[in-house]
């Protein structure tokens, strides 16, 4: 039986000298160049995010599909971390605490701490390169996938830049693209007009992804398709008939399931929805001839987007992955598809990492960009003392299929009172201005618990219906994983990813 400081030299060693070294003088010694070599040497980096996906999510996801014993397939990486994510404010470098997902992300495409609504500028409105816009100059291939639409904020900050995040197309305008001054006018056009390109223009003519998958159809035009079309890529479905209306559901027609499967190589866009993608829920829930059907998984995409990736280019791969509507369903406190958002991504996450393990020169790092809602865990049967005045929206005009049944009347202030049974603000369980928990059962629950009981064990509330300024969890697989089992800025993940590629540092980090 060997002794236990044998037990840990052993430890030490398989870990690496450079991450025990990293471990213990962590301010003092530069970070290792993960990138590695021979056995160890980084060929892709998968970078899946949850959007929104704080802590708690991520737990009651858990509890939600595998118990209170069982663990998601993030849960199982060896790495595990925080995130801290705070943006800053326009103009300066003044923190802002809570962050949006287009700081967030151009924090870690970039390098660089900007304002909320920035995408690939810094806090001054400077253009910024991105990790992905590096990668693909140096050879490498390319993928951004996302279930929200493909000009939202989290991939748009990996292959495009501008000002403001709401500048997403199909047509320019002031109010979506330029900002305002403290005086309510608009800041004067800048000399760079990339910035103030409508994203959707921008996607289809830089050519920085070679694999875009998402929603957002309607977000592009004719002519877009027509930019793809010149530089190689395969359109799946179609941006619109120029002799039609355009932008229309007549005009368009998404991507489908059919269609991703018939692709077999090249570069490849595909638009399965004219807004974000369905809910998986509420996908489960439309008849069975609805268009919504049609729409591939966040795990088929991936799995589609790694076999379109790999072996495309010697030097490897970079691949993000956005599942976008953990946040979008957290913004309406809908517990019921935010948990199954959040099993989806992680169903995603499995499918990367089946391929790493295959691989062996495949780092996965599993992360989110900020928690939303201030979602936790309450004790069955007690409840929250927060009382908005009015809740959050549940509706997504942009995709009807999403909106949560039934609309919350923001009028009545009606909240589940049937799920609270005790004093919060109002008067217990016959005043309808308590904010009833929602309830779940979990694999550990009794036979013919059903959700929605004051039986059901897992108890969900939330604090709002906006972000939080929350640690995000971090996980990590493949060579290099150790190093993001820490607590580390938004702004590193940038560093070590670029590091994990090309071997070195990053100018100016
Ligand atoms: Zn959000």
Known sequence: MPSRSSKVLTVLALTGALAASTAVTASSAPLPLHKGSGKNEIHNVIYLLGDGMGRTHVTAGRERFYGADGKLNMERLPSYGAVATSAVEKGSKQPALVTDSASAATAWSSGVKTYNAAIGVDTYGKK??????????????????????????????QMSHALLRGCQGPVYSDAA????KADGSYEKKP???????????????????????????????????????????????????????AQTPAS???????????????????????????????????????????????AELTKKSISLLDGRSKKGFLLQVEGALIDKRSHANDAAQTLEEIKAFDDAVKAAT????????????????????????????????????????????????????????????????????????????????????????????????????????????????????????????????????????????????????????????
Request: glycine share 10%; with cysteine.
């Open 252 to 298: 368009q027609k998404a991507a489908t399931k059919s269609d991703l499967n018939k692709v077999k190589n090249g570069k490849v866009v595909g638009l399965f929805n004219r807004g974000n993608l369905t809910i998986e829920k509420a996908k489960a829930e439309l008849p069975s001839g609805a268009p919504e059907k049609q729409e591939p998984t966040l």
């Open 191 to 245: 000399a760079d007009q990339t910035l103030i390109t409508p994203i959707a223009q921008q996607i289809a003519r830089n050519g920085t992804a070679d694999v875009i998958f998402g929603g957002g159809l309607s977000r592009f035009t004719p002519d877009d398709q027509k930019a793809l079309r010149s530089q190689g890529y395969q359109v799946l479905g179609s941006f619109g008939d120029p002799a039609l209306p």
């Open 354 to 509: 089946d391929f790493a393990k295959k691989d062996g020169h495949t780092l996965v790092v599993v992360t989110a960009d900020h928690e939303c809602a201030g979602f936790n865990i309450i004790e069955k049967g007690t409840f929250t003392n927060a009382e908005a005045a009015a809740p959050p929206a549940n509706d997504d005009s942009g995709n009807t299929a999403n909106s949560s049944k039934p609309a919350r009347s923001a009028a009545n202030n009606v909240k589940d009172p049937a799920r609270s049974s005790g004093i919060v603000n109002g008067d217990g369980s016959g005043d309808a201005k308590n904010f009833g928990p929602a309830t779940f059962r979990t694999p550990d629950d009794p036979k013919g618990v059903k959700d929605g009981s004051k039986d059901a064990s897992l108890w969900l509330t939330y604090l709002s219906g906006n972000h939080t300024g929350a640690d995000v969890p971090i996980y990590a697989y493949g060579p290099g994983n150790a190093a993001f089992a820490t607590s580390q800025d938004n702004t590193e993940l940038y560093t070590k990813m670029y590091r994990s590629l090309f071997g070195s540092a990053p100018r100016g980090h």
């Open 128 to 157: 910024l390169p991105t990790l992905m816009e590096q990668a693909k100059k140096a050879g490498f291939a390319t993928g951004n996938v996302s279930t929200a639409e493909i000009t939202d904020a989290t991939p748009a900050a």
């Open 177 to 180: 693209c330029l900002p305002k």
